[in-house]
């Protein structure tokens, strides 16, 4: 670990997926993106990432976390189908999956899989940049001002 929060970088890709968890993240806003040559594109993510939960003190009763704003890109993303709600607020990730193709074509199938949404989509693979250092706070969320508003920047804060 290079600092409390447990961060060791600030950009992580696919390789990194068995040691990266997405659960109760909050996605702020996600795009696609069309590149100028023929598709497939890009699916973009603007979320706070939970970096570390930290278990109650002693005499305390919640947990605390190390968050920080992210944007997840999957390139080259296809074949993109979902349900959303019915919403009573806002978009969290129950958990992100790789799963094997399911038909000869050579991209895994990844599953967004949410508290109030589910999202699937075949992609090459995913780069995730940490746009800050993380910040401890007593909740899942970082407030619009804490995080600078809302941001497709691919560009890490190291």
């Known amino acids: 670990m290079t600092d409390p929060s447990g961060l060791s970088k600030a950009v992580w890709t696919d390789a990194d997926f068995p040691q990266m968890g997405w659960h109760d993240c909050r996605i702020h806003a996600l795009g696609f993106l069309e590149d100028d040559d023929p598709p497939p594109g890009r699916l973009l993510l603007d979320l706070d990432y939970i970096v570390r939960w930290v278990e109650p003190a002693r005499r305390e009763k919640h947990f605390t976390f190390w968050i920080t704003p992210a944007t ?62 993380p910040k401890h706070v007593p909740r899942q969320v970082l407030a619009m001002t804490e995080r600078g508003g809302l941001s497709f920047a691919e560009q890490a804060f190291a």
């Open 72 to 133: 997840l890109v999957f390139d080259q993303a296809w074949d993109i189908t979902g349900d959303i709600g019915p919403l009573h607020g806002s978009l969290e990730i129950a958990d992100l999956h790789r799963l094997d193709p399911p038909d000869d074509k050579p991209y895994p199938l990844w599953h967004i899989e949410g508290h109030e949404f589910d999202l699937k989509l075949r992609a090459r693979g995913f780069r995730q940049y940490l746009r800050m250092a």
